[in-house]
């Protein structure tokens, strides 16, 4: 009788796994597929203006719980292939207005590595961190740098990864920057490029070879591709970004151009980009365009430099400067590179991301209580399926 009873006890004990594992929580298996390319990409807002001289008070608009906020809306997106993320900051101490010196500060590249073992569990692989080893602080972070770096989390192994240098009026001491991957998908190799172009604060709207620095010190001239005292330095910046990519981008597979732009449709940052036939991904997979009043997608608009938005269960977002672009693939493809968005929990939609206040908490606002935003602005997300049209559910 005993072998009949233990035989009756493992096949209970095999259907009892085989139910748990079938119905695990889905955050614990991503849901997306591998004939897809899936993409996020935020400005996860450094919060050094957040850092008052009062010791403890800012804490840059309480960066640690945005950064685990961020980790849960990656989960809650089926852990994308692919992350872009711009503002991150790798120094201790940062100058706002003389004397004024704003630190230590929590660095946020060393916060997302941190975190990188609970997406492991949660997401069943480990992401890749590509950083431009001159923006970090150990050892020290090059003259200029580590201030406002983008960072890329990948899946799938990369290839390749180098920075270009983009025009500022401030160079060598602050100047921005284009961070590109080409990166080994499932699917085919695919080039991701990604930044965040100059904000009014380090004189984006400014004609391009108007000088900036205290004499001694010299401006550096605007460069051979921009035209000097007529594009903007932020419309310069574009041109040249646009120049890496299509000097850069030399394989069949799509390029993902991402990042915060600083600039909406119809300018002429804006168009340097479509203008080329390269695609808005969230128009393009049906979405409505920014409404300024509602601030129903829209990417930014809150205030940066205290939690009053960051804790409000309002949208407070006015403009759409944050995009995904995507370079259509070439003849030779193995992607035809659909569009698409999903309605089913745990797929990267096409569209907004961390869109909506804490949604992982029955309450959020000032501490103690969760925050309600991972940063000033909402990010992009893409779907871009490897199915032809007729085949990919959900296509736009």
């Not at 940052?269 to 390269?278: A, L």
């Amino acid at each position: 009788m005993r072998k009949p009873l233990l035989l009756i006890l493992v096949v209970a004990g095999l259907l009892i796994m085989s139910y748990v594992l079938a119905y695990a929580h889905p955050k614990d298996k991503p849901r997306n597929k591998k004939k897809t390319i899936e993409v996020v990409n935020l400005n996860i807002l450094h919060g050094f203006a957040c850092d008052p001289p009062v010791p403890g008070d800012g804490d840059q608009c309480r960066v640690r719980d945005r950064i685990d906020l961020l980790v849960e809306h990656l989960i809650a997106a089926g852990c994308p292939d692919i992350v872009t993320l711009q503002e991150n900051i790798t120094e201790p101490f940062v100058g706002l207005a003389p004397p004024v010196i704003i630190g230590p500060l929590d660095n946020t590249v060393t916060l997302i590595r941190d975190r990188l073992p609970y997406l492991e569990v949660a997401c069943g692989f480990r992401y890749a961190v590509v950083f431009d080893p001159e923006g970090a602080t150990d050892p020290p972070a090059a003259v200029g740098r580590g201030i406002d770096e983008e960072l890329m989390l990948t899946r799938y192994p990369v290839l390749h990864a180098e920075v270009f240098p983009l025009y500022s009026p401030l160079a060598p001491f602050f100047f921005r920057h284009v961070l590109f991957a080409r990166i080994a998908h499932a699917v085919e190799p695919v080039d991701v490029f990604t930044t965040h172009l100059a904000a009014d604060v380090d004189f984006g709207a400014l004609p391009c070879g108007v000088p900036v620095l205290p004499p001694p010190l010299q401006s550096p001239p605007c460069p051979a591709e921009c035209v000097t005292f007529v594009d903007t330095v932020r419309e310069c910046q574009a041109k040249q970004m646009v120049h890496v990519i299509e000097t850069q981008h030399d394989i069949p597979g799509a390029a993902i151009v991402t990042g915060d732009f600083n600039a909406p449709p119809g300018t002429n940052v804006y168009d340097q980009f479509v203008s080329r036939g390269w695609i808005d991904s969230h128009l393009a997979a049906g979405n409505p365009e920014c409404d300024p009043i509602t601030g129903l997608n829209c990417t930014a608009g809150r205030v940066d430099n205290n939690l009053s938005d960051l804790e409000s269960l309002d949208l407070n977002q006015t403009e759409r400067i944050d995009f995904i672009f995507v370079v259509p693939p070439q003849a030779g493809s193995k992607c035809p590179g659909v569009i698409q968005t999903s309605d089913r929990p745990g797929v990267t939609s096409t569209g907004l991301f961390a869109a909506e206040p804490n949604p992982f908490t029955s309450a959020c606002g000032a501490a103690p209580l969760p925050i309600c935003w991972a940063s000033d602005h909402s990010g992009n997300a893409l779907n871009l399926s490897c199915q032809p049209a007729a085949d990919a559910p959900g296509h736009n």
